[in-house]
C-alpha cells in the first residue's frame, strides 16, 4: 500500500497537461504547470530556472526518501514468487 501510495503521489504532484490548459488563473496552477509556463513568460534566467526545478522537485524526492524502504520491499514483493 506504502509503494502505490508513492506512485500514486508522484503521479499526481507532475500533473502537467491537465491543469496547464483548464487553470487559467496563475495563482491556482499546480508547481509543475507554473514552471512549464514560468520558461515561456519571461526570458530564460538559467540560474533562477534551477532553482524553480529544485523546489518543484523537492516535495518528490523527499517523499521517496522517507518511503523508500518501504517502497522498495512493496517492489520486492510484486516480483518474487513465494
Do not use: C
Not at 504547470?33 to 515561456?40: Q, R, S
Amino acid at each position: 500500500m506504502t509503494t502505490l501510495g508513492v506512485l500514486y503521489f508522484v503521479w499526481s504532484w507532475n500533473q502537467f497537461l491537465l491543469p496547464l490548459v483548464l487553470i487559467q488563473d496563475p495563482s491556482r496552477r499546480t508547481a509543475p504547470a507554473g514552471l512549464g509556463l514560468f520558461t515561456g513568460q519571461y526570458e530564460v534566467d538559467v540560474p533562477l530556472l534551477a532553482a524553480a526545478t529544485l523546489i518543484v522537485i523537492a516535495p518528490v524526492v523527499l517523499v521517496y526518501l522517507f518511503f523508500q524502504r518501504h517502497f522498495i520491499n512493496g517492489v520486492l514483493s510484486g516480483a518474487l514468487k513465494g
